[in-house]
């Protein structure tokens, strides 16, 4: 379910407010389940029983398999602010696991806000602690914000590139949370 209000300020410019998450049809599924993806990661608030899982990664660090999903987002009900005003927060939860529990993996996961083919902005965030859910964030600048064009056409984007430590056992990555919010700039 997507909230998405219109907020109302003194200046000439309004402000949007609300949030979106993602919505049928997936883009991108390859290694990863179960599918339909975006069903498992579009609560309003993070569920981490609820969650799509990439296929288990055989590399050593630092080598690595990579996996990537995308995910199609719904459409703000009305047309954000230019600028310095509007304010995009993109957040996800994240976590490594094992295969088989005693050993360590390595995971380089770059989340993206993408439109059409076009990457808006994105942050990467390491992670080497197994079953160690993660939430992580990124503000979105005033440029990123401005060089949207087609707010019915944004898509996130997960990519994750991830290996175990010795040979076993093999690891696994997990995202159980998707969320675009705007706001205010502070």
């Known amino acids: 379910m997507t909230f998405c209000g219109y907020h109302g300020s003194t200046d000439a410019v ?12 997936d883009v991108e599924t390859t290694n990863w389940s179960p599918t339909p993806l975006y069903t498992h990661v579009d609560e309003v608030s993070p569920n981490d029983s609820d969650l799509i899982q990439s296929t288990t990664s055989t590399a050593i660090w630092p080598s690595f398999n990579t996996f990537d999903c995308e995910l ?4 703000p009900s009305a047309e954000p602010a230019p600028g310095d005003r509007q304010l995009i ?3 996800t939860r994240l976590e490594i696991i094992e ?3 005693g050993g360590t993996g390595n995971a380089d996961f770059t989340y993206s806000l993408v439109q059409g083919t076009t990457v808006i902005a994105f942050s990467t965030h390491s992670e080497s602690t197994v079953n160690n859910w993660q939430t992580v964030t990124y503000d979105l600048t005033e440029g990123e914000v401005n060089s949207i064009t087609d707010y019915s056409d944004l898509r996130f984007r997960l990519s994750v590139n991830i290996g175990h430590n010795s040979g076993f056992p093999d690891v696994l990555a997990e995202c159980s949370w998707v969320e675009v919010e705007f706001s205010q700039r502070p």
């Open 99 to 101: 295969d088989t529990p």
């Open 72 to 75: 199609t987002l719904d459409t």
């Open 89 to 91: 927060t993109l957040r």
């Open 14 to 25: 309004d402000v949007f407010t609300g949030f979106i998450r993602p919505i049928s049809p």
